[in-house]
């Protein structure tokens, strides 16, 4: 379970890896909602994109 950080809204999310990349898919966990159970992009509480969230800043390879 995952909440989205500006409104509290219940996610449920994912991760994988796709070669050397790390992908994390975020689904809409509120039951009644109009996009449950499906993969969203946004929070459906506020809107908040969700793909920042995906990677932490500190897992990240560094610049070369």
Not at 20 to 36: I, L
Not at 39 to 57: E, I, K, S, T
């Amino acid at each position: 379970m995952t909440s989205c950080p500006k409104c509290g809204y219940r996610m449920r999310s994912e991760q994988g890896n796709l070669g050397a990349f790390r992908m994390v898919v975020f689904f809409d966990d509120e039951e009644g909602s109009d996009t449950y159970a499906q993969q969203v992009d946004r929070c459906a509480g506020c809107g908040l994109w969700l793909h920042a969230f995906a990677m932490n800043p500190s897992e990240a390879a560094p610049r070369r």
